[in-house]
T-cell receptor
Framework: NAGVMQNPRHLVRRRGQEARLRCSPV?????VYWYRQLPEEGLKFMVY????????ESGMPKERFSAEFPKEGPSILRIQQVVRGDSAAYFC???????????????FGPGTRLTVL | KQEVTQIPAALSVPEGENLVLNCSFT??????LQWFRQDPGKGLTSLLL???SQREQTSGRLNASLDKSSGRSTLYIAASQPGDSATYLC?????????????WGLGTSLAVNP
């Protein structure tokens, strides 16, 4: 079974451009989470999605950032008009989501490292 | 506000030593706690998950304990090997239901020297 897939692994954008980060969860997982790791800082929660629904976006910046998890296809984290402060590693995780216990365990992808020039 | 602290920030040990990594959290009302491993430039690998009702979990040479009342968890690594060199992160989830965000410590950077 493939784990969580993220692409691209590395993304370079100039200030003002858009960045689109993709995440394919573990097969059968219906819950997706996005986290950001800024240089020299810990991981911070951004958003939690289920298919076609945003469940918790309390960690998302108010502007320029959006996320979706459509019925078909990967989850997308979109950053519009990127700035240098957006440079970070963005990690996606997935979980089965139902049943409690180990069904809550989050499995992480390799991350996308975004560099804004 | 939940805060997660990991001590020490860095640790260097000779191969073969048993070692303990510490994680503390300020709000004892957690739902579960996970230990992860992060290799440089790589993603995170889940090592152990402890539910709030559990006291410990074991996987191979790893043993994680949880003391909710004191807000502490430890990760014990037996007979350390150079391949264990990585950053170890602990993360807590606060509530059941739809609040699934993980609150993270800054990690312990472990170097096991041959």
């Amino acid at each position: 079974n493939a784990g969580v897939m993220q692409n691209p692994r590395h993304l370079v954008r100039r200030r003002g451009q858009e960045a689109r980060l993709r995440c394919s969860p573990v097969k059968g997982h219906s819950h997706v989470y996005w986290y950001r790791q800024l240089p020299e800082e810990g991981l911070k929660f951004m958003v939690y999605l289920q298919k076609e629904n945003i469940i918790d976006e309390s960690g998302m910046p108010k502007e320029r950032f959006s996320a979706e998890f459509p019925k078909e296809g990967p989850s997308i984290l979109r950053i519009q008009q990127v700035v240098r402060g957006d440079s970070a590693a963005y990690f996606c995780a997935s979980s089965p989501g139902t049943g409690g216990g180990r069904y809550d365990e989050q499995f992480f992808g390799p991350g996308t490292r975004l560099t804004v020039l | 506000k939940q805060e997660v602290t990991q001590i020490p920030a860095a640790l260097s040990v000779p191969e073969g030593e048993n070692l303990v990594l510490n994680c503390s959290f300020t709000d004892s009302a957690i739902y579960n706690l996970q230990w992860f491993r992060q290799d440089p430039g790589k993603g995170l690998t889940s090592l152990l998950l402890i539910q709030s009702s559990q006291r410990e979990q074991t996987s191979g040479r790893l043993n994680a304990s949880l003391d909710k009342s004191s807000g502490r968890s430890t990760l014990y690594i037996a007979a350390s090997q150079p391949g264990d060199s990585a950053t170890y992160l602990c993360a807590v989830r606060l509530n059941a239901g739809n609040n699934r965000k993980l609150i993270w410590g800054l990690g312990t950077s472990l170097a096991v020297n041959p």
